[in-house]
C-alpha cells in the first residue's frame, strides 16, 4: 500500500480525525479510500476484548480468553524464550479475535512495593525488564499483530496517575526508567509506543517533543506509532508536532476540530498531521496485509501453557527441607485462596478467564483437606473460621497456607497502603503454626508483602499472580512434579520503611520527586550493605548447581570492544532443572557515584542430573558504562571492572577483573575556580602547573613543619581542593601569578 499516496487524497478534515480512535477500541477507518478500521485491545497478560460496553479498568464484560500469569511473576521465569512463547500464544490469540494491537507490555520500573499496578510490571531491574519486553513483543509481533509498550514513561505510581509529574534527573531517568524502553524498541521494534497518563519534569508525556521525538525516534530510531493511554490527552495541538500520533480512545471529542482548526490557523504545520496519520496507517495496514482470519486457537492448549509459564515463574522463597511434599502425607490446604486463587490484578488488565482452577481441585489426587480459614471480603479475623482451619492443620501432617492481597488491595488506579496481608489472614497463619508446626506458606499476590513470620513457617512459594492455571502450578511445585526455577525480579525489604522510595514515594500533591535516584531496589540495599527479607534474583530449587571455571576472553579491553565470559554451571543434585545465571558488573573505582553491582547478563539453563553446561555471556560498553550528563552520553571510566556470576545478587558464585580503557576523550573546561587536583589530572596541566606551585610555598612549608598541627593528609587534601584563585590570594594577589595562571587556563582549554 503507498500510504503517502493515500494521504495525499485525504482532506484535512479526515487526517485530523484519524489522530483519534473511532471509538473507544478501535483507529478510524475510511471506506472511501479503502482504510478498514482496525481493533486495539489490553493486554498485556491476556486479551481483553470487549464486545459490548466499554471501559479502561476492565469493568464491563469481555469475551473470554486465556489469563496468563501477570508480568510480576512472569518476570521471575527470567525466560526469554518462555515470553517469546507467551507473546506467540497472545499473537494467534489476537489473530484469531481479530485485534491488531496488543496493548502490552508494560515495562514501567518497580520503583515502590507499593505501586498498584507493580503486578503488571516486570521488574525494578532495568536491564531485566528490557530482555524480557524485547521477547514478548518479538512473539506477538511474529504473528502479525502489533504491541504496544508501555506506559512511556517514568510512571511508577497510579496515586493521581493523570495529573502528576514524576521529578527525575536526567542520569536516572536514562540508567533507570528508559532503558528498558530504549531496548525493546531498538531490539523488538513494536509497531506501537503507549505514552503515559503523568508528566516528566512538569511536561505531559502525551506532548512531550522530547520523549516523543527526541529520545524515541531521533535517538533510538522508533519508527511505530505512538498512542496516548486511554485520556492521556492534555493539549493535543502540543501533542500531535512533539510526536504523539493516536489519541484514544476516540473519537476526538472536540480535539479533531482544534486540530483542524489549528492547521487552518498556521499554529499547526499539516505535514505534522500527515505524518502521524503515515505512522497510523502504517500498523493498520501492516496488519490488515498480514491477516490470518483462520487463526483458530485451542484453549486447553494455552491453559496447559498458562500453567508451565506458572510453574517456571513461582519463586521458592524459602524451604527448610519440608518441600516437596510427599504425595502419601496427610496434608491440610488452609485458605480461601487455596480453593478460589486470586491470579490476575485489577483494571485494564483484567481477563474473563476461560476457566480459573484452584489449588484444591489440583491436589484431589493427593486427598488434601481444606479449610477456608478467612473471608476475603473483610481484613477482619473470623474466629469461626479460624478455629476450624486450626483444627483441619491440626489433624493432618503438614498444612500449606494459602495468603496474599485481595483483588480490593491491589489494583490499577491506586497504590497500596502498606505492605500487609489482611489482619485475618496473618492471625490464621499465626494460630496454624502455632497448631501445625510443618506449616509451609503459599503466597498470591502482586508485588512484595513483610512477612514478619518467616522464621515460623517451615517454606514459602512466592505464586504470585500466577493466571488462570494458577492452582495445578502450585501443586505441581508444592509436590515436585515440576521444580521451582523462578527468581525474584525484586528485592523483598524486611519492611516497607527500608525501600530508597519510602521518603518521597507519593509525592506532594502533583509533585513526586524520584530522590533516591539511580539507587532503586538492589542498587540501594546493596550500596547501603542492608540486610533484605529476600535479595534479588533470589529462588530456590528441589536440586542443587554449583558454578566453576570462569573465564573471560580478554583481560583488557577497549571500550569499543566486546567481552566474552563463559562459565560452567553443574546440576550436583538428584533431578532435572532449570538454574537462572545471573552476571553482575562493578565498577572498582569511580569518580561517578555508582551502584556497588548491576545485572547485565542472565541466562537460564536446563540441566539433568549430573550434566554441566557452559554458558556464554557477551558484555559491551553498556555493560561497564554510566550515563555522563556532562557528555549527554554512556560513558566508561577507564580502570578496573568486577564481572560476577551469582545464583543471586547477594550470593556471588565467582568474580574475575577486566580492565576498560574508556576510547572517549571528555572534554573539560577549565577556570580559576578549577582546583590544583583538576588541574594536576590532566598531563599537561602537570606539566604546566610546576612554576605556579611556588607561590603555594608558604603551603608547602607548613605541610613539612612539625609545628603544624593538621596531618599530611590534611594538607594535601587543602592543596589538592585549592581553586587557582586561592593561588593568587595566597599569592598576595601578585599580578604575574594571575597572569601566570590565565595562560595555564588558556592553554588547557585549547587543547
Ligand atoms: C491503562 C492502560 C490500558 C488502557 C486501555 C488505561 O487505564 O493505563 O494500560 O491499556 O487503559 O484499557
Avoid at 132 to 147: C, D, E, F, P, R
Avoid at 158 to 175: A, F, G, N, Y
Avoid at 270 to 298: G, Q
Wanted: hydrophobic residues 35%; negative net charge; charged residues 25%.
Amino acid at each position: 500500500m503507498d500510504i503517502k499516496q493515500l494521504i495525499t487524497q485525504m482532506t484535512l478534515e479526515e487526517k485530523a480525525k484519524f489522530c483519534s480512535g473511532a471509538d473507544f477500541w478501535h483507529v478510524e477507518g475510511l471506506e472511501r479510500l479503502g482504510i478498514p478500521s482496525v481493533m486495539v485491545t489490553d493486554g498485556p497478560c491476556g486479551l481483553r476484548k470487549q464486545a459490548g460496553e466499554t471501559d479502561h479498568l476492565g469493568l464491563n464484560a469481555s469475551v473470554k480468553a486465556i489469563s496468563y500469569p501477570t508480568g510480576s511473576c512472569v518476570a521471575c521465569s527470567f525466560d526469554r524464550e518462555l515470553l517469546r512463547e507467551s507473546g506467540e500464544y497472545l499473537g494467534d490469540e489476537c489473530q484469531a479475535e481479530d485485534v491488531a494491537v496488543l496493548l502490552g507490555p508494560a515495562v514501567n520500573i518497580k520503583r515502590s512495593p507499593l505501586c498498584g499496578r507493580n503486578f503488571e510490571y516486570f521488574s525494578e531491574d532495568p536491564y531485566l525488564a528490557g530482555e524480557l519486553s524485547a521477547a514478548y513483543i518479538s512473539g506477538v509481533q511474529s504473528k502479525n499483530v502489533g504491541t504496544s509498550l508501555k506506559h512511556f514513561a517514568a510512571n511508577s505510581q497510579e496515586h493521581r496517575r493523570m495529573t502528576s509529574s514524576s521529578q527525575v534527573d536526567e542520569r536516572t531517568l536514562r540508567e533507570i526508567y528508559l532503558p528498558a524502553f530504549e531496548k525493546s524498541v531498538k531490539q523488538a521494534k513494536p509497531w506501537t509506543v503507549m505514552c503515559s497518563y503523568n508528566r516528566l519534569n512538569g511536561e505531559y508525556a502525551s506532548e512531550s517533543h522530547r520523549l516523543l521525538t527526541e529520545i524515541l525516534r531521533d535517538e533510538w530510531g522508533f519508527e511505530g506509532a505512538v498512542m496516548s493511554d486511554w485520556g492521556a490527552v492534555n493539549d493535543r495541538v502540543k501533542g500531535v508536532p512533539a510526536g504523539m500520533d493516536l489519541e484514544m480512545p476516540g473519537p476526538g471529542n472536540g480535539n479533531t476540530e482544534k486540530l483542524i482548526a489549528a492547521v487552518k490557523a498556521g499554529e499547526m504545520k499539516e505535514s505534522d498531521l500527515d505524518a502521524a496519520v503515515e505512522r497510523i496507517l502504517a500498523f493498520v495496514f501492516k496488519y490488515i496485509e498480514n491477516r490470518k482470519p483462520d487463526t483458530k486457537f485451542d484453549y486447553e492448549g494455552h491453559h496447559e501453557k498458562a500453567r508451565q509459564m506458572a510453574a517456571e515463574s513461582m519463586v521458592l522463597l524459602k524451604n527448610d527441607g519440608i518441600l516437596p511434599l510427599k504425595k502419601e502425607d496427610k496434608v491440610a490446604f488452609i485458605g480461601k485462596f487455596a480453593s478460589e486463587p486470586r491470579f490476575q490484578g485489577g483494571g485494564s488488565s483484567h481477563v474473563n478467564s476461560y476457566k480459573v482452577s484452584g489449588s484444591v481441585e489440583a491436589a484431589k489426587e493427593y486427598g488434601v483437606t481444606y479449610a477456608q480459614g478467612y473471608d476475603t471480603k473483610t481484613q477482619e479475623p473470623d474466629d469461626e473460621l479460624i478455629s476450624q482451619a486450626v483444627k483441619t492443620a491440626r489433624e493432618a501432617q503438614a498444612a500449606v497456607v494459602f495468603i496474599g492481597i485481595t483483588d480490593a488491595m491491589e489494583s490499577e488506579g491506586f497504590d497500596r497502603a502498606d505492605m500487609k496481608i489482611p489482619a485475618c489472614q496473618e492471625k490464621l497463619l499465626r494460630e496454624v503454626v502455632k497448631a501445625q508446626p510443618n506449616t509451609v506458606v503459599v503466597v498470591e499476590c502482586g508485588s512484595a508483602i513483610e512477612m514478619p513470620w518467616i522464621d515460623e513457617v517451615r517454606g514459602v512459594l512466592y505464586a504470585y499472580l500466577g493466571g488462570e492455571s494458577v492452582g495445578p502450578a502450585v501443586v505441581d511445585l508444592l509436590y515436585g512434579r515440576a521444580n521451582p526455577c523462578g527468581k525474584l525480579a525484586e528485592t523483598f525489604p524486611l519492611r516497607l520503611e527500608d525501600n530508597p522510595s519510602y521518603l518521597y514515594y507519593l509525592g506532594e500533591g502533583d509533585r513526586t520527586e524520584y530522590r533516591e535516584g539511580i539507587f532503586v531496589g538492589y542498587r540501594y540495599y546493596d550500596k547501603k550493605d542492608m540486610p533484605v527479607l529476600f535479595p534479588f534474583g533470589h529462588g530456590l530449587s528441589y536440586t542443587q548447581y554449583e558454578y566453576s571455571d570462569l573465564a573471560l576472553d580478554k583481560t583488557s579491553m577497549k571500550d569499543t570492544d566486546t567481552l566474552t565470559v563463559t562459565v560452567k554451571v553443574k546440576n550436583v543434585g538428584d533431578r532435572a532443572g532449570k538454574e537462572i545465571v545471573q552476571l553482575y558488573v562493578s565498577d572498582d573505582q569511580s569518580t561517578a557515584i555508582r551502584p556497588v553491582k548491576e545485572l547485565k547478563g542472565f541466562d537460564k539453563v536446563e540441566l539433568a542430573p549430573g550434566q554441566e553446561k557452559t554458558v556464554a555471556f557477551t558484555l559491551d560498553k553498556r555493560a561497564f558504562a554510566y550515563y555522563n550528563v556532562d557528555i549527554n552520553d554512556w560513558h566508561v571510566e577507564t580502570g578496573s571492572f568486577t564481572v560476577m556470576i551469582g545464583r543471586s545478587s547477594r550470593d556471588i558464585q565467582l568474580c574475575a577483573k577486566v580492565e576498560v580503557e574508556s576510547t572517549q576523550q571528555i572534554k573539560r573546561t577549565y577556570s580559576f575556580n578549577s582546583t590544583i587536583g583538576d588541574i594536576m589530572a590532566d598531563p599537561k596541566g602537570t606539566q604546566m602547573m610546576g612554576q605556579m606551585m611556588q607561590a603555594m610555598n608558604p603551603m608547602q612549608e607548613a605541610e613539612e613543619s612539625d609545628a603544624n598541627p593538621m596531618g599530611a593528609e590534611a594538607m594535601q587534601a587543602m592543596m589538592q581542593y585549592m581553586p587557582l584563585r586561592g593561588i593568587i590570594m595566597f599569592a598576595g594577589g601578585a599580578p604575574e601569578v594571575a597572569a601566570g595562571l590565565q595562560q595555564l587556563i588558556d592553554a588547557l582549554n585549547a587543547q
